[in-house]
């Protein structure tokens, strides 16, 4: 009885129709699990990525809804056995990272330094692109605002060369931190930069420059002590006119 038993299991088991009804079972099984307890998968499938750091160029609220997509894409794909648009949402996933990675790694790789008060230092190193450069003026006009400053070095020492696109955006990245209020101090030009600046129709004799960063430096502090100097005469003054 027991060797019969055995061998009409084994039957069941090897027959093909019964392993896909049975497998077809479970995963209708496995798809009501996931859609019955979705809220609760969710979150917990996104705390594990969070504490993973699996995804550390996004936020966790990023986080939290692409494994919301994640998880309802899945479970459509295995419900429906089609996972053409899983895939394709999975392609969609990785480039929105990778442009993010790139993002992170251009906003440490321009890092606006502030070396004393009211003064700001912006070493540029590396290759500009169009992208980059909007990128440095961004982060250059916040930091004017955030700190008030009236005075910046652009260090471009660093940088070989730069196309007459990148070489206007400069231009214009001098242009609107003067128009916060920050003179633009412009140090390590090579010739072949300041070539495109002069064929772009740029005056360089309007354009504040410096040979390299530690003139740059000087010159600055000589800019914001002639700014102070009216200040202090003023206060100095104030109390005699008013005897």
Same mark, same amino acid.
């Given at each position: 009885?027991?060797?019969?038993?055995?061998?009409? #299991?084994?039957?069941?088991?090897?027959?093909?129709?019964?392993?896909?009804?049975?497998?077809?079972?479970?995963?209708?099984?496995?798809?009501?699990?996931?859609?019955?307890?979705?809220?609760?998968?969710?979150?917990?499938?996104?705390?594990?990525?969070?504490?993973? @750091?699996?995804?550390?160029?996004?936020? *966790?609220? /990023?986080? =939290?809804?692409?494994?919301?997509?994640?998880?309802?894409?899945?479970? *459509?794909?295995? /419900?429906?056995?089609? =996972?053409?648009?899983?895939?394709?949402?999975?392609?969609?996933?990785?480039?929105?990272?990778?442009?993010?990675?790139?993002?992170?790694?251009?906003?440490?790789?321009?890092?606006?330094?502030?070396?004393?008060?009211?003064?700001?230092?912006?070493?540029?190193?590396?290759?500009?692109? %169009?992208?980059?450069?909007?990128?440095?003026?961004?982060?250059?006009?916040?930091?004017?605002?955030?700190?008030?400053?009236?005075?910046?070095?652009?260090?471009?020492? !660093?940088?070989?060369?730069?196309?007459? !696109?990148?070489?206007?955006?400069? #231009?214009?990245?001098?242009?609107?931190?003067?128009?916060?209020?920050?003179?633009?101090? #412009?140090?390590?030009?090579? %010739? @072949?930069?300041?070539?495109?600046?002069?064929?772009?129709?740029?005056?360089?004799?309007?354009?504040?420059?410096?040979?390299?960063?530690?003139?740059?430096? /000087? /010159?600055?502090?000589?800019?914001?002590?002639?700014?102070?100097? %009216?200040?202090?005469?003023?206060?100095?003054?104030? %109390?005699?006119?008013?005897?």
């Amino acid at each position: 009885m027991d060797t019969k038993k055995s061998m009409s #299991v084994s039957t069941r088991t090897s027959d093909p129709q019964a392993l896909s009804e049975s497998s077809a079972g479970l995963l209708r099984e496995l798809v009501a699990h996931l859609r019955q307890n979705r809220t609760q998968l969710r979150e917990e499938w996104a705390r594990r990525i969070t504490r993973a @750091e699996l995804l550390t160029a996004m936020t *966790e609220e /990023e986080i =939290f809804a692409e494994a919301t997509a994640v998880y309802d894409n899945y479970v *459509e794909a295995l /419900e429906t056995g089609t =996972f053409e648009a899983l895939q394709a949402y999975s392609r969609r996933l990785r480039e929105r990272i990778i442009r993010q990675q790139q993002e992170a790694i251009r906003e440490l790789s321009t890092p606006v330094l502030q070396v004393r008060e009211r003064l700001l230092i912006l070493p540029i190193i590396g290759v500009i692109d %169009p992208q980059r450069a909007r990128q440095l003026t961004e982060q250059l006009l916040r930091a004017i605002r955030a700190n008030r400053a009236k005075v910046v070095v652009i260090d471009v020492t !660093g940088v070989a060369a730069m196309d007459s !696109g990148v070489a206007n955006h400069l #231009v214009q990245t001098v242009e609107a931190s003067r128009l916060l209020g920050a003179t633009v101090i #412009v140090t390590g030009l090579s %010739p @072949e930069i300041a070539q495109t600046l002069v064929t772009i129709g740029v005056d360089l004799s309007e354009m504040a420059t410096v040979g390299d960063l530690q003139g740059g430096i /000087e /010159e600055a502090e000589r800019l914001l002590a002639d700014r102070a100097a %009216p200040t202090t005469q003023v206060r100095e003054i104030a %109390p005699e006119s008013q005897r």
